[in-house]
T-cell receptor, first 114, second 112 residues
Framework: GAVVSQHPSWVICKSGTSVKIECRSL??????MFWYRQFPKQSLMLMAT?????????EQGVEKDKFLINHASLTLSTLTVTSAHPEDSSFYIC??????????FGPGTRLTVT | GENVEQHPSTLSVQEGDSAVIKCTYS??????FPWYKQELGKGPQLIID?????GEKKDQRIAVTLNKTAKHFSLHITETQPEDSAVYFC???????????FGTGTSLTVIP
């Protein structure tokens, strides 16, 4: 149980385009979903927290107009990187929680912006 | 806010030996401490966790200890195997704020 999927697993896009990443909780309802960014050989950096039906709460320094987060249902959250630039290239990981302390992580999405 | 420190950053052990990774935290209100294993190109996988009302927890070759007074917790892996090679992250969580604070990670290499 407690499986979280992400799609796509990797994506290459051109500078200036937008990319959408999906995060799904497959066998449970996720009241809260989290989006992280991870650079090579570094720890996870929390970008934002989203609760179903509410606006996401962004961490300091994260541009909410650039990283659009939607948590429209209890099983799906999306992260859209708008007007992507090479510096947005990173490993993006989502996690989901049922309202308890446990978080279950997705497999991650490797974004490369050329 | 919470500050989680993790040591060592890299660790190499011979197959069959034990590995110990230590984390300290600063916020006494933190009450949940999970450990994650992350393999290259994959998301973190929960391997063991402990809550603040427990001092030790064990699951086969993996154990976690928690010292609330000193605000530190440790991951112990016994009889290490090559497939244990990965990056391990500790984290601290407190209910208020609903946020995880991650350590900086430990790259474990088990040498066959």
């Amino acid at each position: 149980g407690a499986v979280v999927s992400q799609h796509p697993s990797w994506v290459i896009c051109k500078s200036g385009t937008s990319v959408k990443i999906e995060c799904r909780s497959l066998d449970f309802q996720a009241t809260t979903m989290f989006w992280y960014r991870q650079f090579p050989k570094q720890s996870l950096m929390l970008m934002a927290t989203s609760n179903e039906g509410s606006k996401a709460t962004y961490e300091q320094g994260v541009e909410k107009d650039k990283f659009l987060i939607n948590h429209a249902s209890l099983t799906l959250s999306t992260l859209t990187v708008t007007s992507a630039h090479p510096e947005d290239s990173s490993f993006y990981i989502c996690s989901a929680s049922q309202g308890t302390s446990e978080q279950y992580f997705g497999p991650g999405t490797r974004l490369t912006v050329t | 806010g919470e500050n989680v420190e993790q040591h060592p950053s890299t660790l190499s052990v011979q197959e069959g030996d034990s590995a110990v990774i230590k984390c300290t935290y600063s916020d006494s209100a933190s009450n949940y401490f999970p450990w994650y294993k992350q393999e290259l190109g994959k998301g973190p996988q929960l391997i063991i966790d402990i809550r603040s009302n427990v001092g030790e927890k064990k699951d086969q070759r993996i154990a976690v200890t928690l010292n609330k007074t000193a605000k530190h917790f440790s991951l112990h892996i016994t009889e290490t195997q090559p497939e244990d090679s990965a990056v391990y992250f500790c984290a601290a969580f407190r209910n208020t704020g609903n946020q995880f604070y991650f350590g900086t990670g430990t790259s474990l290499t088990v040498i066959p």
